[in-house]
Every structure is written in C-alpha cells, then in structure tokens.
C-alpha cells in the first residue's frame, strides 16, 4: 500500500504542479500575445476544459479495464503534450496544448484515485484521500516557483522535463499490480448504481470550492499585476497559500473520518468566500497577498471532505471508484473551467467585484445543499469502521 501511496501522491503532484505552472506566466503571456481577459481565462481554463471533456472517458476506462492502465495512458499524455505546450508560440497551439493535458490529468487523477481507495480500508478513506490531496497541494506549491523559473530561463526547458518525469512514473505504475478484487462495470450497471445514491449532490459539492478555485487564478494574478506585483510576489502569494492547504488537508481528511464530511467543508467554504469577495473589494497589494493563502487554506478543508464524499456514496451504492473517480474530476474540471473563463470575461466587462460577489453566491447556495445532505442522510458523511 505504500507503494501505491507514493505513486498516486507523485503523479498527482506532477499533474497539479504543471496546471498551476502557468499561474505566474499568465502576465506575461498577456503581453507577449496581445491576449485580453476573456482570453487569458480560455488559456487558463483550457486545462480545466480538458479535464471535464475527458473526465468521464476517464471513469469509464478505470471500471472497464483498471487503474494502473489510466495511469500509464495519463502519463504518455503529459509527458507528450507538457512540451509541446512549451515550445508553443502562437495562442490556438498554447491553448489545445493545454486541453490535452488537463485531458491526460484526468486520466490520471481518475487511475491514482481510484485505485487508493479500492485497494486501501474503509476506514482510512478520508486520511488517504487526503494524503493523495497534500500530495496535489505540494504540486500546486510547486507549480508556481516552477512558473517563475520558466519565466526567467524559457518555458521550453521547464515543461519538456515532464517528459522524463513521466517514463519514470510509468516505470514504477508497471511495477505495481492493480487491485485484483475489483470487477470491471458496464455503464448501465453504474447508471442502475448511481440512480438515487446521492451522487449528484455530492459532486456540486467539490464543484463548488474548484468554481472558486478557477476563479481566484486568474482573478488575483491580474488583480496584482495591476497594483504592480511581479511574477515573484504572484508566485508567493499562491506558493504560501499551497503550504497552508498542504498541511490541513491529510489532517481534515483524518477529522472527517470520526466526525462526518460536511462540517469540515461548511467552514473550508465560508473561509474562501470571505476571503474572495476581499479581493473584489479592496484594491491594496497586502490585503490580496493575505486573502490569496486564506483561499488555499479554505479550499483545503473543502477539497478533502468533498472529494471523499463522492467516495464513500459510490462505495455505499455499489458504483466502481473509476466512475467516482471520473464524476470528481467532472465536478473539478467543470468548475475550475466555469471559473477560469468567467473570470476572464467578466473581469473584462466589469472589473474585479462583480465575478467575487458571484462566486460568494455560488458558495453560500452550495452550503445549504451541504447542510441539507448532513440532514437528510448523515450516515453517508462518515464511514462506520470495518
């Protein structure tokens, strides 16, 4: 298990950490290709798009032939398309580039995920699903200085490392045996499954926290850029927010394990809408700074319960974890997406406040659904121990 452990954290790591790469570059690519806001969001939320199209393709592969295979696919995918994107130099190539990696993320988050919580105890869902989240976390702590050092010795040699990264991942994902007691399940099987489990619900609840998410990566980069921050201070912003959300997310992950899923996630909600609607408000370098890793850390506590939760009603249902797993990456391509490409649009139409009182609204009405789970069915919250 700890093999398997190591291995879903790195490749979640790498995936994570090239999607938040392009965080502190978005200025540049701004500059350097004449992009407006609407298009600085489309690159952004172009991984994001890749992952929601491919998200279900994804779930699907997982139940019908097994993990450790998306895995490898999910590997080949980044290691091709990350240096691509590199060497890329005119907008339609940077942004398809992109889509094929967020495509190639789902196939991996699909495989690490599915394949931590079929092989792994019932009871330990929550604390291993948020390990494999840290491990996502650190990547996002990664990806920002990484975006820097591309910035400053060329985005060719950053992103062409993937390609290395990737033939050693897959060597060790080979080396791994896939969890045999899991039986492949045809999609009307999970449709019969998934058919009044609570499935839906579950999902607006990680997409909720991923709207806000893709919202504040575009949003703040811009907001400080024009108050004068350089790519540096971008990246630190968002590179001290990943340390505070690395941290809180194995422990909330263990939290929710005794005392149920929607507690921790009502206070990681009501922490990034406080914190969003600062940035809309108030037009001041260290205020933003600071509301940047109050929105890691509030997504933190979010990210683990949600995503867990997802898990434990396909587990409760009947409904193969490649299906749960493709349904989570739904919710989070969806919603960085939605988030990325809103951002952009309206920030252009109307400034910084408008999108953050959106989302603000987006998070309250998630969090009556939340309580509204807890209610009507709180056994779902928190496994009982086996």
């Known amino acids: ?214 919202l504040i990566v575009v949003l703040a980069p811009l907001r400080m850029d024009d108050l004068g921050a350089t790519p540096l201070l971008i990246a630190a912003a968002f590179a001290a927010g990943s340390v505070a959300e690395a941290v809180v997310g194995p422990l909330v992950g263990r939290y929710s394990d005794r005392v149920g899923r929607t507690g921790p996630y009502l206070v990681g909600i009501a922490i990034v809408a406080v914190a969003i609607a600062v940035v809309g408000i108030f037009a001041d370098l260290t205020v933003i700074f600071v509301a940047v890793i109050f929105i890691a850390f509030g997504s933190g506590i979010a990210f683990t319960p949600a995503s867990t939760l997802i898990a434990d009603v396909a587990a409760a249902a009947g409904l193969n974890q490649g299906y749960a797993s493709g349904a989570a990456n739904v919710a989070w391509g969806g919603g960085q997406m939605l988030g990325a490409i809103g951002a952009g649009v309206l920030t252009g139409l109307s400034g910084y406040l408008l999108p953050a009182l959106i989302t603000v609204f987006v998070l309250g009405a998630t969090g009556t659904v939340a309580r509204s789970i807890a209610a009507r069915a709180p056994a779902e919250a928190a496994p009982e121990p086996t």
């Open 1 to 214: 298990m700890r093999r398997l452990l190591i291995l879903a954290c790195s490749v979640v790591f790498l995936e994570v950490a090239f999607f938040s790469v392009l965080t502190p570059l978005l200025p540049d690519y701004r500059s350097d290709l004449g992009l407006s806001e609407a298009g600085v969001g489309l690159l952004s939320g172009s991984f994001a798009a890749g992952t929601l199209v491919a998200a279900l393709p994804a779930g699907w592969f997982v139940a019908r032939f097994n993990s450790r295979r998306a895995v490898l696919i999910g590997l080949v995918g980044m290691g091709i398309f990350s240096p691509i994107f590199g060497f890329a130099e005119q907008t339609w190539l940077l942004d398809l580039s992109r889509f094929f990696q967020g495509a190639s993320g789902a196939m991996l988050w699909a495989g690490a995920i599915s394949w931590v919580v079929s092989a792994g105890p019932p009871e330990q869902r929550g604390s291993l699903v948020g390990t494999v989240i840290a491990a996502a976390v650190v990547g996002e702590l990664t990806g920002a200085p990484l975006g820097v050092l591309a910035h400053q010795i060329g985005t060719e040699i950053v992103f062409s490392s993937v390609f290395l990264l990737a033939i050693i991942l897959g060597f060790m994902a080979w080396s791994i045996p896939s969890p045999s007691s899991v039986e492949s399940q045809r999609i009307d099987q999970a449709v019969d499954a998934a058919r009044g489990s609570g499935l839906l619900p579950s999902i607006l609840l990680l997409a909720a926290p991923s709207f806000a998410f893709g």
